[in-house]
Structures are given as C-alpha cells and as structure tokens.
C-alpha cells in the first residue's frame, strides 16, 4: 500500500467508498467487511480477497473519519451465524465519493479532518 | 488443514494483537474478523471451493494483513513489552514452523528449489528466535526485526503461492 500523503485518502480508502456508494444507489444501504472485500475482487478481477488487516484498518480509519458510521447486525437478523458489523455511507462520505472519480484523476483526493475521539 | 482450523489460527492471532486493548476496542475486532472468517467459509464453500484452497485464502488475508495488523494495533493503543514478547514467543515461532516445514517438504517433492530456500530461510528465522532470550537485549531487538522481516516475507510468498497453484 502506498504511503499517505496528510490530508489525503488512501487508493484503497477511496475505492471503499465508491463501492459504499454504488451499492447505496442500488439500494443497499449497508455493507460487511467480507462482502466488502469480495465485491473489491470482482472488480478489480483479482484472485486474492483484500487481508484482513488492511481492510479493517481502512475501514475504522473512513469511520474516524466521519465518511462511514458502523453498527451490529440485530441477532435476529444474522439467524444463527456470528453477526456482522454493518457499515453505512455518511452523507459526507457519500459527498467525497460522488468527487472520487473524477478526482483520482488528478491525484489522491483530500480528506476531511478527523472526528475528535 | 481445514478451512476452520486456519480461521481458529487467525482468530487467535486477532486476540494476540488486541490483548491489553479495551474490552469493547478488542472485542469488536474479535467480533468482526469472526463474522469475515465465517462469511469467507461459507461463500467459498457454496461456490465449490476446496478446503485446501479456502483454507490458503484465509491464510494468505491473514499473512498479507499482518503489517496493517501490528499499525492499527500500534495506533489504537502503544505496545507493551508483554505483548511485543509474546508477539515474538508465541506467533514468529508458530507461523515459522506451520509454514516453514510444509514450504520445505512441498519444495522438495515438487523440486522446486525457491521453496526450499524459502522453507530454509523460515525455519533459520524461527531458530534464530529460538536463541534471541538467550542473548542480549540489544541483540534480541535486531534479531526481532530481522526475524519478523524474513517470516513476514516467507508467509506471504508461501500463502500467496499455495493460494494460486491449490
């Protein structure tokens, strides 16, 4: 993964949040960490998921950021198998990402400050 | 290997990493890699997926993941030097030995000398470990680098190479 600039996102960063919008669009609201990764390889046609580390780092960093929020899956919901923690476009976050194509163009696209702790 | 039992190493490497962090910090990570792990499992599973093959995916997110691992941990909370023990005690050595052994005897079988080599480089990593306690403190922290470097790269050639010839 490249180094990042301050102030900037990340490639990968990005790339989640045009995901999060696309499928926002498609009227689903919300997304998991796995179906996340296995929706990045199809596009990307790649054989390999994204790791673990990576795409959990990336993940609680866009959240840090106020582009995500995240919640548990009801228990109701998961029926039996370990619930998932669903992530959500903010509205900022859905602002950044309707920039990111054409901005990725120009370089790494600029990030909002960080939400205090 | 199965799938489950590669999901349980992951799952253990997850409580490493997050020991000594706040329980809700902690076991959200151990929550939410749980739910991937089953998530993967299951998908790879319905598609037809082997076990050995899915079993190699889930090792190969974990070994590329490391580095990201051992940042977020850094940034969520310092490490101390229990835990950059145990990190050094515990894991170097086991990954050393489960991948190192295999990449070594697979090598052989299918006279392919890079494995080997890379087999012996893990296995040379994991006894250098095995002697840094016994040395002293400035060299044990090289050996750690050094180690850690040469494991990290052994895992993640051997996990991407089995993930792409299985």
Redesign the interface.
């Given at each position: 993964?490249p180094p990042r600039k301050p102030g900037t996102l990340l490639p990968l960063e990005t790339e989640i949040l045009q995901i999060a919008l696309a499928m926002l669009r498609a009227g689903h609201a919300t997304f998991?960490?796995?179906?996340l990764?296995?929706t990045m390889r199809e596009q990307q046609g790649s054989?390999?998921?994204?790791?673990?580390?990576?795409?959990?780092?990336a993940l609680?960093r866009l959240e840090e950021f106020g582009l995500l929020t995240s919640r548990?899956e009801d228990a109701a919901t998961a029926e039996g198998?370990?619930?998932?923690?669903l992530y959500e476009l903010t509205s900022q976050g859905a602002n950044v990402a309707e920039r990111a194509l054409p901005d990725r163009a120009a370089g790494p696209l600029p990030r909002p400050a960080s939400k205090p702790a | 290997m199965t799938p489950e039992r590669t999901a349980e190493l992951v799952e253990r490497w997850v409580r490493l990493y997050t020991r000594e962090l706040p329980s809700a910090v902690a076991e959200r990570r151990v929550d939410e890699m749980g739910a991937d792990l089953h998530d993967h499992i299951a998908h790879e599973r319905a598609r037809g997926t082997g076990d050995v093959r899915i079993a190699f995916s889930i090792l190969s997110r974990m070994a590329r993941g490391l580095p990201a691992d051992v940042s977020w941990r850094r940034r969520v909370g310092p490490l101390k030097g229990g835990v950059m023990k145990r990190f050094a005690n515990i894991l170097i050595p086991i990954l050393g030995v489960i991948i190192g052994v295999p990449a070594m005897l697979y090598g052989n079988a299918d006279d392919s000398p890079g494995l080997v080599l890379i087999g012996i480089l893990l296995i040379a990593g994991t006894l250098a470990f095995g002697f840094v306690p016994a040395l002293r403190s400035k060299s044990r922290v090289v050996g750690f680098v050094l180690g850690a470097v040469v494991v990290w790269l052994a895992v993640v050639g051997v996990a991407g190479w089995l993930e792409n010839n299985f």
């Open positions: 993964m998991h960490g796995f179906g990764a296995h054989r390999s998921l994204t790791a673990h580390g990576t795409l959990y780092k609680g548990w198998r370990p619930r998932r923690r | -």
